[in-house]
């Protein structure tokens, strides 16, 4: 059995540190002091439970269980000493921070994974590091996606409703990605599937699909009912499917660009859950067991994460890279104007900007490079 940190508290974090140590493996889980609250009862407990439900979780009773946790701290340095793969399971804002508090105490060897790096994120943290005088040759990779579907329902307890069935995986350097997957074997046997740059994850992350551009077009609703509706089932209407639509097409043509044939939105979520007769993709999320059907799920306010993570995080450094490149992207930028608007925030300014993620001034080659080497 191996040795990992996790890093983050929240419904990700939580659950992988309780698959893990259900799995035998030797788990340790972090946070920041000004998180510790969300720790006291794991720790207390000396693990999590873990619930299992719907059909994309296969062996229910087998995967279902206490989860012991061998160390659960605030101290970042005890945390990642003499652990090999650190996973960190946190929102797109919290990356820079969680890179800023282990900058002092990670070296050379060791691997950090985002799960995910939503938009470049994978670079971010690489720059992170350098920015707080770390120059030790560690590895970064992300995944396009959380590896679950899941939430942390209680203090000490989490329900995952599916565990996808791969997962797209890159590193910085880029040539480091069949090491990262060899590493990574050991904790989740046979899912990662290695991609060429995190320029494919980045732009494989789905979420920058399936959050902003529903949640700004159910504005009215989600602000009206406090997010009593269902956001899939009911918020997913053939007009706003058409928008979503729209995004994915401005997407992959940036990929197109940057040198990246992309797998269209509904071939990945296909991937992930399975339901090739879903052909569209106000099909498939209509009827997505795991994502609605269970009653309300809609954000309660426009502040919630499908926008205030997604849209600085995703849709900005998206809409920034395509203006150097001249390309088009009507759909996501309208979702951006309307989003600061609407919460009185300009994202371009406090999002993933090409000035806070070192890429002004770069051309498409250097851009590529920057994320092929890191330099």
């Known amino acids: 059995m191996g040795k990992i940190a996790i890093l983050g508290s929240g419904n990700g974090a939580c659950t992988y540190a309780a698959y893990l140590g259900k799995k035998g493996h030797e788990v340790r889980l972090y946070d920041q002091e000004r998180f510790k609250d969300n720790l006291t009862a794991i720790r207390e407990a000396g693990g999590m439970n873990l619930l299992a439900e719907g059909n994309m979780v296969a062996n229910k009773a087998q995967e279902e269980g206490f989860g012991p946790i061998s160390m659960v701290t605030t101290d970042a340095a005890a945390a990642i000493e003499g652990v090999e ?37 994978a670079l971010e943290f690489l720059n992170t590091l350098r920015l707080c005088g770390n120059h030790e040759d560690v590895t970064i990779c992300e995944a396009a996606s959380n590896i679950f579907a899941c939430r942390r329902v209680g203090p000490t307890t989490c329900r995952m409703s ?46 920058l699909v399936l959050h902003p551009g529903p949640s700004i077009l159910n504005m009215g609703r989600i602000e009206w009912g406090k997010g009593n509706f269902d956001f899939y089932w009911e918020g997913m209407t053939p007009g706003v499917c058409r928008n979503m639509e729209a995004i994915d097409i401005e997407r992959r043509a940036l990929g197109r660009v940057l040198g990246c044939d992309l797998d269209d939105f509904l071939f990945v979520n296909q991937r992930y859950y399975g ?28 502040h919630y994460r499908y926008v205030s993570e997604d849209i600085p995080c995703a849709f900005v450094p998206i809409e920034a890279v395509s203006k150097v490149l001249k390309v088009e992207t009507p759909a996501i930028t309208a979702i951006i104007t309307l989003a600061s ?21 770069l051309d498409r080659d250097g851009i590529v490079q920057r994320f092929l080497t890191g330099k």
Do not use: W
Not at 165 to 193: G, N, Q, T, W
Not at 341 to 361: P, V
């Open 162 to 207: 599916a565990i996808k069935y791969a997962m797209e995986v890159a590193a910085i350097p880029a040539e480091r990605v069949d090491y990262c997957v060899s590493k990574l074997d050991e904790f989740f046997p046979k899912l990662f599937i290695p991609y060429p740059s995190t320029i494919y994850t980045s732009l494989t992350y789905t979420n």
């Open 341 to 361: 608007i609407a919460n009185q925030e300009d994202y371009r300014e406090t999002g993933r900007s090409l000035k806070y993620m070192q890429l002004e001034g």
């Open 85 to 121: 793969v650190i996973m960190v399971v946190i929102p797109g804002f919290g990356i820079a921070p969680i890179a800023k508090a282990i900058a002092p105490y990670l070296k050379a060897n060791q691997i950090v994974m985002l799960n995910p790096g939503q938009v470049f994120g």
């Open 275 to 302: 339901h090739p007769e879903r052909n569209t993709i106000h099909e498939f999320f209509t009827k997505s067991e795991v994502h609605g059907g269970t009653g309300p799920s809609a954000p309660h306010d426009l």
